[in-house]
């Protein structure tokens, strides 16, 4: 079952399934790592989820557009949230970047 996320100003911009994010046309853009960090489909830490909401991080609000959704896209990711993402989902990076 789908659950819809919102932005800051709490339109609806994304949906999650388990933990892959897809935008409203269906295509996956992002994934939750560690429960509520949110990251894009090149591994970049763009905000946290909290609740049925994308906060971004970051210096400049809007560039969750990576994502299909408002907010920052490329602020570094904290080492730690890093360190999740990757051990979390090394197997699931390449079908999320377009290979087998």
């Not at 911009?13 to 046309?25: E, K, L, Q």
């Not at 920052?72 to 890093?82: E, F, K, S």
């Amino acid at each position: 079952m789908a659950d819809w996320l919102y932005d800051e100003d709490g339109d609806a911009s994304a949906f999650r399934i388990g933990d892959v994010i897809y935008n409203t046309s269906g295509a996956p853009v992002g994934r939750v790592a560690n429960e509520t960090g949110v990251f894009d489909l090149q591994g970049r830490y763009v905000g946290e989820l909290e609740g049925d909401r994308v906060i971004s991080k970051g210096f400049v609000r809007g560039s969750l557009g990576a994502m299909g959704l408002p907010g920052n896209v490329g602020a570094p990711a904290p080492p730690a949230r890093r360190a999740v993402a990757a051990s979390t989902y090394p197997d699931a990076l390449p079908e999320l970047l377009g290979g087998s």
